[in-house]
């Protein structure tokens, strides 16, 4: 049975192949079904297409009202990036050639510095909102820089182009190599309260501020108690990085001694809470991970070859993300590629290992995503109530990267056709017909 919940005036109606990830399945497949959305965007009724008559009843539709879905075409979840860095797209797939450290000295600083210039950010940040859409991100979880008229652009361009998210200010006060890019403690302090403050009074609907110290060594422990305060005062979202690199944990174990981990030194300054999420993971322990389930904080995996340590530890939530510009795409599609190869190259070091299945990584690139942002209540599937964040797929795209040869009759199984483009090197944007935030049609793009 289908869950229903009456409104008086539905928005759309359509019909087909939906395919969503459930607390209890990975992936569920619902073939000829019928839902409807509100004019608040919202779901509000989903059912199987033999209850036609029920539901056009219900809620007041008429057969003429339904989008019929084509052949080779479905409906999935929006996909959720949990942590991308908008303001490093402007150089994604170079500048790979360097450990995390000497990479942050030597590309990103110099880069993101650059955002004090608007005209600069505003054509990257105009960038990778687009490029992201065009992808399938319907939620993106951003870190922007430490400029407070930037970042507060990012939110703007995010919102006119329909996009939920979540965007960060970038707080960093101890910064020995690039000495031109930090802010003072103060400095950091105040312009965070500053563009959390606007930010929140331009009452965008779908996009919010969220906590970013940009990492513990980039920060000194004064700086870290006053973000876990100013997120705890106004009940925010808090973003960083932790465990991504074995150089990484050893220069923050010199640098806060009086820790016991990595984890423990957010979590000394108040910032592992039920809206936290932290990204990469690579290096954490039994006991950091209880840790996390302890605060009810998440991780975000940036697919690293780490991957399956978290999934098959039952102690956190996970959510996937492109890892801009670590990860060389704005894709998640790509993200969820390098998942399933990574994992497969983890079992053939490790025959132990249990390789990702595909129906794990879609749960992690939406539902799960939705879960570890604390936005499970708003989006992630396609559960009556939530917002209809969906991406309209066409396997089989005029124009596009895929050949569909192994079809049987006039219709392939819709587990394959998703297997297809998912995990295919084919599937891409050209696939992607539709894409819908909130209920509003957001790609193509309008003037």
């Known amino acids: 049975m289908f869950m229903t919940r009456r409104e008086e005036n539905k928005k759309h109606v359509y019909r087909g192949t939906f395919v969503h990830s459930t607390q209890q399945a990975p992936l569920q497949i619902l073939e000829d079904a019928l839902l ?253 991970l209880a840790l996390f389930r302890e605060t009810g904080a998440s991780l975000s995996h940036c697919l690293c070859l780490h991957v399956w340590i978290d999934l098959t530890h039952p102690v956190c939530v996970c959510g996937a993300a492109s890892d801009v510009a670590g990860g060389y795409s704005a894709s998640m599609l790509d993200a969820v590629r390098r998942a399933l190869d990574s994992s497969k190259v983890l079992t053939i070091q490790d025959p132990e290992h249990e390789t990702l299945s595909f129906e794990e990584v879609f749960r992690l690139a939406t539902l799960g995503g939705s879960q570890a942002l604390s936005l499970d209540d708003q989006t992630g599937n396609f559960e009556v109530g939530k917002d209809f964040d969906a991406l309209r797929v066409n396997v089989a795209a005029p124009g596009g990267p895929i050949d569909l040869i192994q079809c049987d009759g006039l219709k392939c199984a819709t587990q394959h056709l998703l297997y297809v483009y998912l995990s295919s090197l084919a599937g891409d944007d050209r696939n992607i017909v539709e894409v819908f935030v909130a209920g509003r049609k957001v790609v193509p793009f309008t003037e």
Request: glycine fraction near 6%; charge should be negative.
């Open 36 to 288: 409807g959305v509100d004019t608040e965007g919202k779901i509000a009724f989903i059912g199987k297409g033999a209850e036609l008559d029920r539901l056009s009843k219900t809620f007041g539709f008429s057969p003429p009202d339904i989008t019929q879905l084509e052949q080779h075409e479905f409906f999935m979840p929006g996909m959720v990036d949990t942590h991308i860095h908008a303001s490093q797209y402007s150089y994604a797939g170079t500048a790979l050639d360097m450990p995390l450290l000497q990479w942050l000295n030597t590309y990103t600083f110099p880069v993101e510095s650059r955002f004090k210039d608007l005209g600069f950010a505003h054509r990257v940040y105009t960038q990778v909102v687009k490029r992201t859409l065009r992808n399938g991100t319907t939620t993106a979880c951003y870190f922007a820089t430490i400029h407070t008229d930037a970042s507060l652009l990012l939110g703007q361009i995010a919102n006119d182009f329909g996009q939920r998210a979540l965007v960060g200010k970038v707080c960093m006060d101890r910064n020995n190599s690039v000495k031109h890019y930090k802010e003072t403690n103060q400095e950091s302090q105040e312009e965070t309260c500053r563009f959390i403050a606007e930010l929140l009074g331009k009452k965008y609907p779908l996009v919010k501020p969220v906590v970013t110290p940009r990492f513990a060594p980039s920060c000194t422990g004064v700086l870290l108690g006053q973000l876990g305060e100013i997120a705890k005062n106004n009940n925010l979202h808090i973003q960083s990085h932790i465990s991504e690199n074995a150089e990484e944990v050893k220069l923050v174990n010199e640098l806060f001694p009086e820790s016991e981990s990595y984890t423990d030194v957010y979590h000394k300054y108040n910032l592992l809470t039920d809206k936290t999420v932290m990204a990469h993971g690579c290096y954490l322990s039994d006991e950091e």
